[in-house]
């Protein structure tokens, strides 16, 4: 055997449900398939590991929880949005000059629109929505969020760095 049983239950699992529930918050909405496998991976990863705590006695068994609270202090702090956006956001500044869609990062950008009577630039993530927003992505307001207009009324809006800003539309 390669890896002892141990160092994958106790370590490589639960690194893979940690990339899982990282990569799904970088979207501003989160993206709940990989959110769910990496919550479930890590409930059998808890049973299987309260079950070596009470059982078995392995030097590895700090490092679970201490994945665990990495895990949960990045997420916390938005690091996976912040970092993925940083990555894309030279990209989106092409796209916003050039008015195409495309990808950025791990983005793909399935309309970029410019919002009536603003300079707000509406970035629209592809293969977003469901069941509870209709779609999400990134707004470019170089002054600032304007008053809400008709076509930003429904719109909740949080500011990731300088004019950049993420945006839900809410399923009404």
Known sequence: MIISASVWWLGVVPAGASVAV??????????????????AV????????????????????????????????????????RAAFAVAEGRLDQQRASGEAGRAGI????????????????????GTGGPYYDETGFLHAPSGMPAPSP??????????????????????
């Open 42 to 81: 890590w409930a059998v990863v808890g049973v299987v590991w309260l079950i070596w705590f009470c059982w078995g006695r392995s030097r590895l068994l700090a490092l679970t929880p201490l994945l665990a609270l990495l895990t949960a202090v990045l997420a916390w702090t938005d690091v996976p949005l």
């Open 22 to 39: 990282l990569y799904s918050l970088a979207f501003p909405s989160g993206n709940s398939g990989p959110f769910l496998l990496g919550g």
């Open 151 to 172: 076509e930003l009324a429904a719109v909740a809006y949080r500011r990731i760095t300088g004019p950049w800003y993420w945006y839900d539309v809410p399923t009404r």
């Open 107 to 126: 983005y793909e950008i399935a309309k970029v629109a410019p919002v009536e009577g603003t300079d707000v630039t509406r970035f629209t993530i592809a």
